[in-house]
């Protein structure tokens, strides 16, 4: 079974950056479609990022303008690189994933998450 895992979170002052990375257990597995939420406690999930298997980009109002979201097709990376990070982007950050082996379509799958935290 494909394994979607998240990585990069941590600690970061306002208004500075970090970068997570996502990908999969193992490389047959193929990230095709990839978005990025974020989960603060207390809130709901919500949508952070978009970037398909064709590289169109979509955005969160919230996030626009300082988030990123970019992909490694050779490598099955994705990544979401964070700017000007304010105390509000504290959350726990999951990627969600659409998956395919061998051009077959295994469905979305969720990683567990990755904490970010910034302090004001």
């Known amino acids: 079974q494909a394994q979607v895992v998240e990585s990069g979170g941590g600690t970061v002052q306002a208004g500075g950056s970090l970068r997570l990375s996502c990908t999969t257990s193992r490389s047959i597995y193929e990230i095709m479609d990839m978005d990025w939420y974020r989960q603060a406690p207390g809130n709901q999930r919500e949508w952070v990022a978009t970037i398909t298997s064709g590289g169109i980009t979509d955005y969160a109002d919230s996030v626009k303008g300082r988030f990123t979201i970019s992909r490694d097709s050779e490598k099955n990376m994705g990544y979401l690189q964070m700017s000007k990070l304010k105390p509000a982007d504290t959350a726990v950050y999951y990627c969600?994933?659409?998956?395919?082996?061998?051009?077959?379509?295994?469905?979305?799958?969720w990683g567990q998450g990755t904490q970010v935290t910034v302090s004001s």
């Open positions: 969600k994933a659409k998956i395919q082996i061998a051009g077959a379509n295994l469905g979305t799958q």
